[in-house]
């Protein structure tokens, strides 16, 4: 089995100071940084949730094969549904100047899901089937308003969810933390998102995508 940090250490390599404050222009660059601050948001809520309540035996946990598989599968699962939240915000607020173009936007987004799900280590557990995750995904598109539900924050449902459902903590003491969890990823993402925007040319990816049609 890998380290505890090895399914994100390739998507979190490719974040540098320099890169990090550089405007997003195109929508390439859009989708790594997507990908990159899903896996970012997952890991840092996930483990730190785990290692908060774990205390002092955090580290011996690892070496239980039940628990380590269980980790194995929530960091999936919390990992896709960030995926998911940042997928639509970053993809309603970058084409937003656009005509309005349901499919382009469906399409786009869809790309972004797919892209971070197939480029993660092919060492996902049997309990976390990518096919499902995409239709899942393609079924959150479905009756997406872009025009004013993608670029709110209140976007921002599955990885709360996720986070609470998959942690493997006794669901007991996951009830008495539950606000505790929700605000660590809520606060997480507001960081996120106030990058991004602040980053975000929303005239230049428009421009690109227009000349490229």
Not at 36 to 42: D, I, L, M, S
Not at 125 to 136: G, L, N
Not at 194 to 200: A, D, E, K, P, T
Request: aromatic share 12%; proline share 3%.
């Amino acid at each position: 089995m890998k380290s505890l940090a090895s399914f994100f250490k390739e998507f979190l390599g490719r974040i540098s100071i320099k890169r990090d404050s550089a405007p997003l222009q195109k929508i390439g660059e859009i989708e790594e940084f997507v990908t990159t601050r899903a896996a970012f948001v997952a890991q840092k809520t996930l483990y730190g949730y785990v290692k908060t309540r774990m205390g002092t035996r955090y580290p011996s946990m690892f070496e239980d094969d039940v628990f380590a598989h269980s980790i194995n599968i929530a960091k999936m699962h919390v990992f896709s549904a960030c995926l998911s939240d940042l997928s639509v915000f970053a993809v309603g607020n970058a084409l937003s100047k656009l005509p309005t173009n349901q499919t382009l936007r469906s399409h786009t987004a869809a790309n972004f899901y797919r892209s971070g799900l197939f480029n993660n280590p092919n060492d996902a557990p049997a309990e976390f089937s990518q096919q499902e995750a995409i239709s899942s995904f393609e079924m959150r598109l479905f009756d997406l308003d872009w025009e004013t539900q993608a670029i709110d924050r209140a976007i921002f449902t599955e990885s709360p969810k996720a986070l609470y459902r998959w942690a493997p903590i006794a669901d007991n003491l996951k009830k008495q933390d539950a606000d505790i969890i929700l605000n660590s990823i809520n606060f997480t993402w507001s960081e996120i998102r106030q990058r991004y925007l602040r980053r975000l040319d929303v005239d230049a990816v428009c421009a690109s995508i227009e000349r490229n049609k």
